[in-house]
């Protein structure tokens, strides 16, 4: 593991710095990819738990936080149960340092953003419990090609985040579709990581969809389209049509996973372009695995911003270095290419002292 | 009255040469704005009307055939009751040739595209004889703002085309109720020109909404609100947004003088970077006047494509000479920005090769 100005890259260094060496200076697009689906709302599988219906609005509220600097379809901005601020607030303090051009695409919505968004004509996703959990795909990842080729030709590079609640159950579902083993290695926003649960909700998705692990290795959309969720089509068809022309920093964290092996499966010769970009909290992360997931997809490179929030005034903002919500919105990714474009001049405390600006005006607090 | 390049600059040509300077060698995003309208469908007024239903499709047949050269929601392309195609086709060419991005936008749509768009939370149109023609324009106007914005940082200028059927239609209508006299000068797509069903159709949309000439004049929202087009709201949103920070080319014809009027009321300070860019069927045509309509409004340039169909080989083409269609889908200003992009190396000739390539092609033609 190496450091490049606050950006540890966590796997395959090498072609990590490459990376990182590529996009120096460089101004890219950012594409917040939102979708909501009932897997979300199963009993304790989000930090959103206790109030299911709330997840249909944290997606739309992250992308008018990223666009408006404020939420429009409610006040204040989404946080966890415990009052952990949304990662969207780290996304929005580096976006707007870097003065990046943001875009939001919609995978399929049960709540629209007050906010212009890319429609790729998708639904919201059912519980994958039903073994079907995802309308369209194909056509929605034909769509956000043609969307991706086209932001492309006006971008250096594409970052692309996510944001849709009980999105690391439909990972599991769709890598174990796919024949990855991923059961105990992806990520939780919570701090207890609640893998007996998601492992449960897959093995009925699956059963409920006549598979078993590894049935649709080799049929990405069918692995989708029975137990993932609608961002992740939209997703990888955004970068299936970006990464033949410009470099592509999926920014997420384990959820990035199961996208990265439906693009493989769709046309692996992109990969060179491609790296993953999360957050140190998700790298450091003992209850998953995100390095070794991806060991089994493709050899990309895992970079993360070296964020740390031990310091902060804020206890909620505090509160990420115990393992809450740790990624999302694609605040790793957003961090690392402001900090890239300035080269090293914006640190990780610099950032820091944004987020707190950005949260205390949010939240009405005092600095 | 300058020529550049195959560019006329047929209103203040200083500015417009000006502007041609300033957007030579450059690349935009096209976006293509779309919306359906119940006034495209009154008896007579657009050029589909033997099938009004038809006008639904038109605005997303064009929108697929920008963006994947070929439309997908019919076989085709869509054409006149006399067989004249698209104006699409000229725009597909130019942007394919010079390679451009292009993003396609929803003003507010009856049927939806087979293709990813930019939606603004807008809804079609009714019949502007209501006096009730458009819900939601402040906020569309709003979200496309902030769309436009973002928008405007990844590029070096933008390109705004159009397509809605009866625009020029609704087009009198702003006009008028803003105070602009455009009576007998809005253009058709047709050869003899409707002027008094048009007239017609706005006085009673007028009426309707308890207002005569000039009632709104300091009220666009109001104005389009009540005998607009959903097209106009989004037209105007992208502009002011994007505006602020780079040049605009607003691609169409008399259709535009109504969204100045719009976006002169909201922002005048954004007008010394936009100029309107049409065709030189729109700028030599006798039953209408874009020029003595922007004379009333604000002093922008006007550019044209110097287009001639005249030697085609192909009778569909040839028929822009006759004076059907003019202009549309952003056909002159998308032609301006290809021929500016490559400095004057693609003439007219050049790409009414490429029209009737693209033309034969998807017609099933012999070259």
């Not at 090498?14 to 917040?32: D, H, M, N, R, Y």
């Not at 997703?235 to 493989?264: D, N, R, S």
């Not at 993360?304 to 919105?329: H, I, P």
């Amino acid at each position: 593991m190496t450091k490049i100005f606050d950006v540890l890259t966590i796997r395959n260094p090498s072609k990590g710095e490459a990376f990182l060496e590529q996009i120096s200076g460089k101004t890219p697009i950012f594409v917040l990819t939102i979708a909501t689906s009932e897997t979300g709302k199963i009993a304790g599988i989000s930090a959103a738990g206790k109030m299911p219906e709330i997840t249909d609005y944290t997606p739309p509220a992250d992308a008018e936080l990223l666009l408006f600097g404020k939420c429009k379809c409610f006040n204040g901005v989404p946080v966890t149960p415990d009052g952990i601020p949304t990662p969207a607030l780290i996304s929005m303090s580096a976006l707007r340092l870097a003065d990046f051009p943001v875009l939001v695409a919609s995978g399929g919505l049960r709540v629209k953003p007050h906010a212009p968004f890319l429609d790729f004509g998708g639904s919201p996703g059912r519980d994958i419990r039903t073994g079907n959990a995802v309308d369209n795909v194909k056509e929605v990842i034909e769509r956000a090609k043609v969307a991706g080729a086209h932001l492309a030709k006006t971008s250096d590079y594409l970052v692309i985040g996510e944001s849709i609640p009980g999105g690391t159950t439909t990972a599991l579902g769709v890598l174990s579709a796919m024949g990855v083993k991923a059961e105990g290695k992806v990520s939780s926003s919570m701090p207890i990581n609640p893998h007996d649960l998601k492992i449960k909700a897959v093995q009925a998705g699956l059963t409920a969809a006549g598979a078993v692990f590894g049935s649709f290795a080799s049929d990405p959309i069918k692995a989708v389209s029975c137990v993932g969720d609608p961002m992740m089509a939209a997703f990888a068809g955004l970068v299936l049509g970006a990464a033949e022309q410009v470099p592509v920093l999926m920014a997420g964290g384990t959820q990035m996973t199961a996208v990265l092996a439906v693009v493989k499966a769709l046309n692996a010769d992109v990969l060179c372009n491609v790296a993953i970009g999360t957050t140190r909290w998700v790298a450091k992360d003992c209850s998953s695995d995100i390095c070794g997931i991806v060991d089994q997809i493709a050899d990309v490179p895992i970079l993360a911003a070296n964020l740390n929030f031990g310091n902060s005034r804020f206890d909620g903002l505090k509160a990420y270095e115990q393992g809450v919500v740790k990624e999302g919105v694609g605040a790793g990714g957003s961090s690392i290419a402001a900090m890239t474009k300035f080269e090293g001049a914006l640190t990780k405390d610099l950032l820091l002292s944004e987020v707190e600006r950005n949260y205390a005006t949010l939240m009405g607090l005092k600095l």
